[in-house]
């Protein structure tokens, strides 16, 4: 327990008791702030991650097309701008093997 609600560091309340909305501009998509809408592995970001979140509609997860006309296993949830850095990165299965 704790998690419930946290700050981010950006400043703003995270957490799955928070009531948020999509950080996508146009979309007002109910969520809350918990892993489940996370773009990254944890609040804070991650190579592949900005620490957004984002309803499900707006967040990639699994078998993802690559860019090179393949289909890689993606590390976490990602939202569109974080997929095309990881496409440009080669979809690597597991960030952390990357500098
Ligand atoms: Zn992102
Ligand atoms: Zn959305």
Excluded at 9 to 28: I, M, N
Excluded at 75 to 90: F, N, Q
Aim: glycine share 18%; net charge negative; charged share 25%.
């Amino acid at each position: 327990m704790g998690y419930a609600s946290y700050t981010l560091p950006d400043g703003r309340e995270g957490g799955y008791a928070v009531d948020a909305e999509c950080d996508l501009d146009d979309c007002t998509a109910d969520i809350d702030r918990g892993l489940g809408y996370l773009c990254g592995q944890n609040p804070g970001g991650h190579p592949f991650g900005c620490g957004g979140y984002f309803c499900s509609e707006h967040l990639w997860l699994g078998n993802v097309d690559d860019g090179n006309g393949g289909v890689r296993w993606s590390p976490h949830y990602m939202c569109e701008p974080c997929v095309d850095k990881w496409r440009a990165a080669g979809g690597p299965e597991d960030p952390d093997d990357i500098d």
